[in-house]
């Protein structure tokens, strides 16, 4: 099969699970504010693009991380995972250590390619995130930073793929 007859061949709309990782986003959340400016960047470029979300937030809680992304995870309405948050370097930064054991595979050129494009974008300090993609439950999970400028650079990579990454892992 080609790969543009298969890229073809790929899912058009698709239901997203949006997962912001923050404290500070959760605790507002918990006062009635939505301080989430990369989940709506995310949810709004999903939306624009004829995709189904269900947007949650979560703490930088290791339980309730994995929770939640088991939920997503088991709901048959969802086909992939979009988190952002926590993928930095400090000790609250947990979500890779909490999603990585869950993946089957992982797909290193996504968090690559955002760090290269972050990098011509701002410099060094695009070093400091360790974004990446893995499969799970045959769904693929991207991990995003939290800052809402890495987030429009990462959905610029997510959004011509995600039905195609979406077929090759449920294959």
Not at 18 to 25: C, E, G, K, Q
Request: charge should be positive; aromatic fraction near 6%; proline fraction near 5%.
């Amino acid at each position: 099969m080609s790969f543009f007859k298969h890229r073809r061949e790929a899912p058009k709309r698709l239901r997203v699970g949006v997962l912001t990782i923050s404290d500070s986003r959760y605790r507002a959340k918990q006062e009635g504010r939505d301080e989430d400016v990369s989940g709506r960047i995310i949810e709004t470029k999903l939306r624009k693009a004829g995709h189904e979300v269900f947007r949650e937030i979560v703490p930088d809680e290791k339980d309730m991380i994995a929770d939640m992304v088991k939920r997503f995870l088991e709901d048959e309405r969802i086909d992939a995972l979009i988190t952002c948050g926590g993928t930095g370097i400090t000790h609250r930064d947990v979500t890779l250590e909490t999603l990585r054991p869950l993946f089957e595979k992982e797909l290193p050129g996504f968090g690559e390619r955002l760090r290269q494009l972050g990098y011509e974008m701002v410099g060094t300090p695009a070093l400091l995130t360790r974004a990446t993609c893995g499969i799970a439950n045959r769904k693929p999970i991207f991990c995003l930073p939290g800052a809402p400028s890495s987030v429009e650079v990462g959905m610029g990579l997510i959004l011509p793929e995600l039905g195609h990454v979406v077929k090759h892992a449920r294959e």
